[in-house]
């Protein structure tokens, strides 16, 4: 008798999603689509995208206000920065740049920490790292959190590399661990000893290199939605063979994207639940979590987003900090912002069609009540028609009672 070769079981299909099923699983994960869950507020927030990145720049507000107030509508801004801070409820640390992290993430960036420790320096060499290094955790220890300028140190000149001894030390030692940055003061970060900052429970480095890279590509898959290889390895700077190694252990499933032509991933909740909801109309950071990718932004919305900040004054082509214009689950234009007293300032102005203008006066009214302005002023636009036309829908807003 002939015997039958055992065949391997068939791999379970791939769900196909149209780009739009896409656009949609990724607003409603970065919790930009349905009704905003104002019980967790800005901390449940926080938890569900991991991380949410810090900036220098203040225009309207700082970066991680925005990503709060895109999401939340108008919380006051002391309130997000208590949310985030307060209670030993988050810690900065690396990740897609410098980010707030959620407290539980500590132990899932032990490999981060690790990675650091063996190298065994920063970019910045100090000359007796030892002592400069027992001189900071001796301060913290006596006296408790305290600033670069509050321990003794900083910048030796002018430049923002010429770092101190104490300031190298400092950094060094929040990259591996010893020490956490818990809140910023004067945009300074404040610094703390870890064995105090981090809750007992979290407080090790147990998990081995995978089990961290696998909970990192799951929370970034679920951020998501929808993604690829290159997206999930940005999302926390992770290297594509780490995403690799990690894929399958992380909960995530296969699909195929509509017009992608990549391999994609997404999360199980996502796929499971269907994502309808009601869509903000918003001004977004340029380093919020749904667009900071500028592939994947213009992957999934079609739309070509340039941070201009770094760029000579005479190259620039939509200004200084232009802000994505979020509405309707798309995104309609951009906005260049300022403020002049009580007045927001829309410096430049660009747009995708009339249809934009009703949207774009919106989340230009909303903002500026937010930062406690009375009026908005639309100083340049890039289509005539379209400038005149939204110069009308402002003031016909303004008119409105509150």
């Not at 910048?155 to 990259?175: M, N, P, Q």
């Not at 499971?272 to 999934?300: K, N």
Request: a neutral charge; proline letters at 6%; glycine letters at 8%.
């Amino acid at each position: 008798m002939t015997a039958v070769p055992r065949t391997q079981p068939l791999p379970p299909p791939v769900t196909a999603l149209s780009r739009d099923d896409a656009r949609r699983m990724a607003l409603r994960a970065q919790g930009l689509m349905g009704a905003p869950d104002r019980r967790a507020g800005v901390r449940g927030a926080l938890r569900h995208l991991g991380a949410v990145q810090l900036d220098t720049i203040s225009v309207l507000a700082r970066s991680h206000e925005l990503v709060a107030y895109a999401r939340l509508g108008a919380v006051g801004r002391t309130a997000v920065e208590t949310a985030y801070w307060a209670d030993a409820h988050s810690f900065e640390y690396w990740s897609h740049a410098a980010c707030i992290l959620p407290i539980e993430e500590w132990p899932h960036f032990a490999f981060r920490r690790r990675a650091y420790r063996a190298k065994g320096h920063r970019w910045h060499i100090m000359e007796d790292s030892e002592r400069s290094c027992a001189a900071v955790l001796d301060r913290l220890t006596a006296d408790g959190p305290l600033t670069t300028s509050e321990l003794g140190g900083g910048r030796k000149g002018g430049e923002w590399w010429d770092w101190s001894e104490t300031k190298i030390a400092v950094e060094w030692l929040l990259d591996t661990g010893q020490v956490v940055c818990t809140e910023r003061r004067g945009w300074k970060r404040v610094y703390d000893l870890a064995e105090r900052a981090v809750p007992d429970a979290l407080l090790h480095d147990d998990l081995d290199d995978a089990e961290c890279l696998r909970r990192l590509v799951a929370q970034a898959g679920a951020a998501m939605g929808v993604a690829t290889r290159a997206d999930l390895a940005d999302y926390h700077r992770l290297k594509g063979e780490q995403v690799d190694a990690a894929i399958e252990g992380s909960g995530l499933v296969p699909v195929e994207v509509e017009g992608w032509g990549k391999p994609a991933w997404a999360d199980p909740a996502a796929l499971s639940a269907p994502p309808r909801g009601r869509h903000r109309t918003t001004l977004l950071s340029p380093f919020d979590s749904l667009v900071w990718d500028r592939p994947r932004t213009e992957r999934i919305f079609g739309f070509t987003h340039r941070l201009e900040a770094y760029v000579p004054r005479p190259r620039r082509i939509h200004g200084y900090f232009a802000m994505p214009v979020l509405s309707g689950g798309r995104l309609v234009g951009r906005v260049d912002p300022a403020r002049e007293g009580t007045t927001l300032v829309a410096r430049q102005v660009s747009m995708t069609g009339p249809k934009a203008v009703p949207r774009v006066a919106r989340a230009l009214h909303e903002a500026a009540t937010w930062v406690g302005c009375d009026s908005v002023r639309l100083d340049r636009c890039d289509n005539a028609q379209l400038a005149e036309a939204l110069r009308a829908e402002l003031t016909h807003m303004s008119d409105k009672p509150d």
